[in-house]
Each structure stands twice: as structure tokens, then as C-alpha cells.
């Protein structure tokens, strides 16, 4: 059964900065693509950014393109989003989730395993 649990939320001040990771369990990371996605209360479940099974691609929203980046370690089964510059509307509650099939990164339906979700809150 593979599970996924995200760390690394909190409060910060508008401009700060935030290291999110997410280790995966009961299987191995380099099967699967990773994505973020954060819904903030009465939203839809939004995409922040995914990484393929090699690292080599990574995709990000136009909301949060040039300040988070996302990063892996295979060997570690764990994942990062290093979230800088954050901004009130960054407030979120943050998911990782993983697939093992093909398809657009960005789309929910693409992920099979989800964690239960880490609070971001920026404070102006």
C-alpha cells in the first residue's frame, strides 16, 4: 500500500519562505511521477507543479512559475517543494501525490495515492 505523508507547512509572513517535502512508502519513488497541488477553503483542488520519474522535467503553474521549485530524491523516497517569496494567495492546504501511469502532469485523475495534506498559511 503505498502512502504518502507531507511535512513542512506552518505561518509565514508574506515574502517568506517554506520547504515542503513528502516521502513516499510501500513503494519505490522512482516509479512514479510526483505532483503538488494545494486547495484553499471553498476552492477546487489547483495544480502547483510535478516532477517526472527522472527529475529531468518539471512542470509549474503560471501562479507559481520562478518562485517554487520542486525537486526529488529517489534514494531518500522523498520529494521537496521549496516555496519562495509566498504570497497571501499561496494559502493553502498542500497535497503531494504520485502516479505510476501516463498522462498530463497537471491533471488530478492522473494520481492514484494522495497524502493528507500539510497547511500553508501566509499572513500579510
Known amino acids: 500500500q503505498v502512502q504518502l505523508v507531507e511535512s513542512g507547512g506552518g505561518l509565514v509572513q508574506t515574502e517568506g519562505s517554506l520547504r515542503l517535502s513528502c516521502v513516499i512508502s510501500?513503494?519505490?519513488?522512482?516509479?512514479?511521477?510526483m505532483g503538488w497541488f494545494r486547495q484553499a477553503p471553498g476552492q477546487k483542488y489547483e495544480f502547483v507543479g510535478a516532477?517526472?520519474?527522472?527529475?529531468?522535467?518539471?512542470y509549474y503553474s503560471d501562479s507559481v512559475k520562478g518562485r517554487f521549485a520542486i525537486s526529488r530524491d529517489n534514494a531518500q523516497n522523498t520529494i521537496f517543494l521549496q516555496m519562495n517569496s509566498l504570497k497571501a494567495e499561496d494559502t493553502a492546504v498542500y497535497y503531494c501525490a504520485a502516479s505510476s501511469t501516463i498522462g498530463s502532469p497537471r491533471a488530478t485523475g492522473l494520481y492514484g495515492y494522495w497524502g493528507q495534506g500539510t497547511q500553508v498559511t501566509v499572513s500579510a
Open positions: 516532477i517526472r520519474r527522472n527529475g529531468e522535467s518539471t
Open positions: 510501500g513503494g519505490a519513488l522512482s516509479n512514479y511521477v
